[in-house]
């Protein structure tokens, strides 16, 4: 995040403008630099031009994709935002006020997040197995109208991480208290007193607001999600082609030491074991095939 963004986040963040605003939330093909959903308002700073994959979009062709889509765009210098940031904000709020809510719209129009309860989508694969490539293509189609649960963790906040919104932050005491009182889905004590977890009540919460709210897990835990919400769930295991084409992968990462490689892979026998517990279970072995089969599992699930 450059300065000019991290100094308007700190105001898109607060709660100063009556609105909530998400930092590089997909819209279609594109990751505007803020949103706000409620609004249908995106805040850009700068550039001129974007990224998208490897093609270079002029910010007038990105404009325009994203009014299409039924948004409003407007956009700030980096000289704008750190000059005079009282005067970026007034304008933003300007907006705000001129654009409909589209949660208080009537119901003949098409929110973004239709009324009505969202659902669970849960996935797990050994390390490798191209999971999170997946997820973050599905991610990018609006009409899937999918969210990643908001979980809680025991650590400090990193960077401008804020509570409520990259996690929720906890003191050890209150996770083990939130233990206690069985108000987690899943939960796992990764090292000692560094919890992270999924409240029940989050997960209705954001299934209240119409969001399908999306599960990145291990396999214990998406077996435990899968019992307690039954057909609200559908868990997907992705799994990679062979043992042999998971450790070529991963020693193709270049990350991690011989040891560890090892340690994954002892794991990721352990993980596949579990794949028939699952709804279903797509190979990777050629990953467009792949994207296209979780997509074209989760949209039959969800009816539309």
Same mark, same amino acid.
């Given at each position: 995040?450059?300065?000019?963004?991290?100094?308007?986040? @700190?105001?898109?963040?607060?709660?100063?403008?009556?609105?909530?605003?998400?930092? %590089? $939330?997909?819209?279609?093909?594109?990751?505007?630099?803020?949103?706000?959903?409620?609004?249908?308002?995106?805040?850009?700073?700068? @550039?001129?031009? $974007?990224?998208?994959?490897? %093609? %270079?979009?002029?910010?007038?062709?990105?404009?325009?994709?994203?009014?299409?889509?039924?948004?409003?765009?407007?956009?700030?210098?980096?000289?704008?935002?750190?000059?005079?940031?009282?005067?970026?904000?007034?304008?933003?709020?300007?907006?705000?006020?001129?654009?409909?809510?589209?949660?208080?719209?009537?119901?003949?129009?098409?929110?973004?997040?239709?009324?009505?309860?969202?659902?669970?989508?849960?996935?797990?694969?050994?390390?490798?197995?191209?999971?999170?490539?997946?997820?973050?293509?599905?991610?990018? $189609?609006?009409?899937?109208?999918?969210?990643?649960?908001?979980?809680?963790?025991?650590?400090?906040?990193?960077?401008?991480?804020?509570? @409520?919104?990259?996690?929720?932050?906890?003191?050890?005491?209150?996770?083990?208290?939130?233990?206690?009182?069985?108000?987690?889905?899943?939960?796992?004590?990764?090292?000692?007193?560094? =919890?992270?977890?999924?409240?029940?009540?989050?997960?209705?919460?954001?299934?209240?607001?119409?969001?399908?709210?999306?599960?990145?897990?291990?396999?214990?835990?998406?077996?435990?999600?899968?019992?307690?919400?039954?057909?609200?769930?559908?868990?997907?295991?992705? %799994?990679?082609?062979?043992?042999?084409?998971?450790?070529?992968?991963?020693?193709?990462?270049?990350?991690?030491?011989?040891?560890?490689?090892?340690?994954?892979?002892?794991?990721?026998?352990?993980?596949?074991? =579990?794949?028939?517990?699952?709804?279903?279970?797509?190979?990777?072995?050629?990953?467009?095939?792949?994207?296209?089969?979780?997509?074209?599992?989760?949209?039959?699930?969800?009816?539309?």
């Amino acid at each position: 995040m450059t300065e000019a963004e991290s100094v308007l986040w @700190g105001f898109l963040r607060s709660s100063a403008l009556g609105v909530r605003f998400r930092r %590089q $939330h997909p819209i279609g093909e594109y990751i505007p630099d803020f949103v706000c959903l409620r609004k249908r308002l995106i805040v850009e700073v700068d @550039g001129a031009y $974007h990224f998208v994959y490897e %093609q %270079q979009i002029s910010d007038e062709e990105r404009t325009k994709y994203l009014n299409e889509r039924g948004f409003t765009v407007v956009r700030f210098t980096n000289d704008e935002i750190l000059s005079d940031i009282e005067s970026v904000i007034a304008k933003i709020k300007r907006i705000i006020d001129m654009q409909k809510d589209i949660m208080t719209d009537s119901l003949s129009e098409t929110p973004l997040l239709r009324r009505g309860r969202g659902r669970l989508i849960i996935f797990s694969a050994p390390s490798g197995s191209g999971k999170s490539t997946i997820i973050n293509w599905l991610m990018q $189609h609006e009409e899937l109208r999918m969210a990643f649960s908001i979980s809680c963790t025991s650590r400090a906040p990193r960077g401008t991480e804020q509570d @409520g919104v990259e996690y929720f932050f906890l003191t050890p005491e209150e996770f083990r208290q939130k233990i206690a009182n069985d108000e987690f889905l899943e939960y796992e004590e990764v090292y000692e007193d560094r =919890f992270y977890g999924t409240l029940k009540a989050q997960v209705e919460k954001q299934s209240a607001a119409g969001q399908n709210v999306v599960f990145d897990v291990d396999v214990k835990g998406g077996v435990n999600i899968k019992e307690y919400y039954g057909d609200r769930a559908l868990s997907i295991f992705i %799994q990679p082609p062979s043992i042999e084409e998971l450790r070529r992968r991963l020693e193709g990462r270049g990350t991690d030491a011989p040891e560890v490689i090892e340690q994954r892979i002892a794991r990721a026998e352990f993980e596949l074991s =579990f794949a028939p517990k699952f709804d279903c279970v797509i190979v990777n072995d050629d990953l467009n095939k792949a994207q296209q089969e979780a997509y074209d599992k989760i949209k039959a699930f969800l009816k539309i």
